[in-house]
């Protein structure tokens, strides 16, 4: 199914790698997230990225958990992240924690040391964020730069042994405080933390920094394509500069564009922001941009594959339309969904000259799309719910709807004419008559007549009920980080509105969580996870077309 496109950027460099025998053509590529939330459509993008590539030339693909930071870390996020990967339809070779390379990124410290390429100091944060320099000044060196070599072993010794308070020393690399690119002036390679680890516990108070720990993990899964976003890379000489210094396995950093999508917010600290602030419902909230989220919504995996795919990937940062990924979804729904019949918001409909008592039931096709699909039966009687915007009692000439006159075939069954409509003394309209007519029945129509509207229904006394939430976008501007102001200030006031009594046929009384339908003329939706035998909740996972496009069209 995917059409013809040419190499993006990494793949022509995978093949010219291949090409030319480098690391004996194999490829070998990992996902690195830090266990500190869920994953976001944006992770999706990097998933399909690594794991892609790695199938794409038979090689592999690591998971890696970057769990450096004791802080904000959790097992919960671990057991979320190797969930998403997986619903997402991938399978790591390996999985690794960069917290179980503590001992081995301790013994390159110390290595480090011995060379005379590190050295503890003892400057504060603060004095070493004040010594820096700028892009005009040089860095100022700190006294503890000259430290002997023996001293700085037993330092650091000593910080490992858990002999000095937080922030009390660090170990930097002793490279150059006059470097052009200020990440290479001494960085910091250890910083003292005496927190408990989500996997070693207490063992440590010293903790790698990203820097140090990342491209000596990658080395020592022998990675021969580190693939990360642009913000890195202006780390890569110092990621190249520790490999060649500990003269260990060269892995290579390559760069290409974050994912932003439109109408969301993306940075894991901002989402979890969200859920802290009940701004949602919780991470897997429908509308947030976590693949949990877009699964409880009903997104299918394959979407969120070919969104990747479509979009490719860039060196240049850009944001993305939310509408090309709901494109991807209903074109994956319109494959697999059945077609059913619910009402949303009901009125009721009397058919004045169907037998009284009488029932019927009609066959319906489940999905035109899909031959295999096969088809159901539909209870049929005369009293039915149809969508109260179905009828108007003073309609303009083109409404082809039911109005007093006009005449419309009820899907899957007969052809009804409009009589009229009961009110209620406010005038508000509480039934409307129709008539039908017995040889238009579908399937077997001998009447001659074409009306040019359908309508859904479900028969009133064979309905079953159930709520339906109704998702909108989360904010009400395209990109709200980068509006004045703070992101939570655009929140869509309007996400969600809930449904609390929509009828629908029975035979969807017998869906599972996660089950997905189309309700004809009305989108796509998904039986939510919180439904009971008793109550059955329907997520809107999206519209049938692009409601917002036709608003901007209207202008
Ligand atoms: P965030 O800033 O959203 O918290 P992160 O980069 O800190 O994301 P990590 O867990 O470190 O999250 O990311 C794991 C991998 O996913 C990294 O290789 C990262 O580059 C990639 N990644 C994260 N966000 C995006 C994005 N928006 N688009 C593409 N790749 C991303
Ligand atoms: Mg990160």
Redesign the pocket.
């Known amino acids: 199914m995917s059409e013809e496109r040419s190499l993006n950027f990494l793949e022509e460099i995978i093949e010219e790698d291949i090409a030319t025998g480098k690391h004996g053509g194999r490829v070998h590529t990992r996902?690195?997230?830090?266990?500190?939330?869920y994953?976001?459509?944006?992770?999706a993008?990097?998933?399909c990225?690594?794991f892609g590539l790695a199938k794409k030339y038979n090689g592999k693909c690591n998971l890696r958990f970057?769990d450096t930071n004791p802080v904000t870390e959790e097992t919960e996020y671990v057991e979320s992240i190797k969930n998403d990967i997986k619903w997402l339809g991938f399978h790591w070779d390996g999985e690794y924690y960069a917290s179980d390379y503590f001992d081995k990124l301790y013994d390159f410290a110390v290595t480090l040391i011995k060379k005379g390429l590190a050295y503890v100091d003892d400057s504060t944060a603060e004095q070493i964020a004040a010594t820096k320099g700028s892009f005009e000044k040089p860095g100022i060196e700190s006294p503890n730069r000259s430290r002997s070599i023996e001293e700085n072993l037993q330092l650091f010794a000593d910080m490992k042994a858990g002999k000095y308070k937080d922030g009390e020393k660090t170990l930097r690399a002793k490279i150059d405080m006059a470097h052009p690119n200020l990440l290479l002036r001494d960085p910091l390679m250890y910083r003292i933390k005496h927190e408990h680890h989500h996997r070693t516990g207490n063992k440590w108070c010293i903790y790698p920094m990203y820097d140090y720990a990342h491209g000596q993990s990658d080395s020592i899964e022998e990675i021969t394509h580190s693939?990360?976003?642009l913000?890195?890379i202006h780390h890569r000489p110092l990621y190249n500069w520790f490999i060649e210094q500990l003269g260990i396995f060269p892995s290579h950093q390559y760069e290409?564009?974050?994912?932003?999508l439109t109408y969301t917010v993306?940075?894991?600290?901002k989402?979890l922001q969200l859920v802290n602030e009940n701004h949602v419902a919780g991470w897997d909230d429908p509308r947030m941009p976590t693949i949990s989220g877009m699964r409880r919504r009903g997104y299918p995996p394959e979407a969120l594959r070919q969104f990747s795919d479509t979009v490719g990937i860039a060196k240049r940062e850009n944001i993305v339309d939310v509408g090309l990924l709901e494109f991807c979804v209903r074109e994956h729904l319109n494959k697999t969904c059945n077609r059913v019949m619910a009402v949303l918001d009901p009125v009721k409909l009397v058919i004045t000259n169907y037998p009284q008592g009488q029932t019927e039931e009609f066959k319906a096709e489940n999905n035109p799309e899909d031959p295999y699909a096969g088809s159901r039966n539909i209870p049929f009687s005369g009293e039915l719910w149809i969508e109260r915007e179905d009828f108007m009692e003073n309609a303009p000439k083109k409404y082809f709807r039911l109005a007093p006159g006009n005449m419309v075939r009820l899907k899957n069954a007969y052809i009804v004419k409009c009589d009229g409509c009961k009110k209620d003394d406010a005038g508000n309209i509480t039934e409307i008559h129709c008539t039908y007519i017995p040889e238009s029945k579908s399937g077997e129509d001998t009447s001659g007549l074409s009306p040019k509207g359908t309508i859904h229904w479900v028969s009133i006394q064979h309905a079953k009920t159930a709520e339906v939430r109704m998702y909108d976008r989360l904010f009400r501007v395209e990109d709200p980080s980068n509006e004045e102001g703070n992101f939570k200030d655009y929140i869509n006031p309007d996400s969600l509105s809930i449904l609390p009594s929509v009828y629908i046929e029975p035979e969807l009384a017998k869906a599972k969580p996660g089950d997905k339908v189309q309700f004809m003329r009305k989108g796509y939706f998904c039986l939510d996870a919180d439904s009971t035998a008793g109550k059955l909740i329907f997520n809107r996972t999206v519209t049938l077309k692009d409601a917002w496009a036709k608003e901007a069209k209207k202008g």
């Open positions: 996902f690195p997230p830090e266990p500190n939330g994953l976001h459509i944006g992770h993008t990097s998933i990225l690594n970057d693939i990360c976003t913000e890195f290409f564009a974050r994912r932003n993306m940075s894991k600290r989402l």
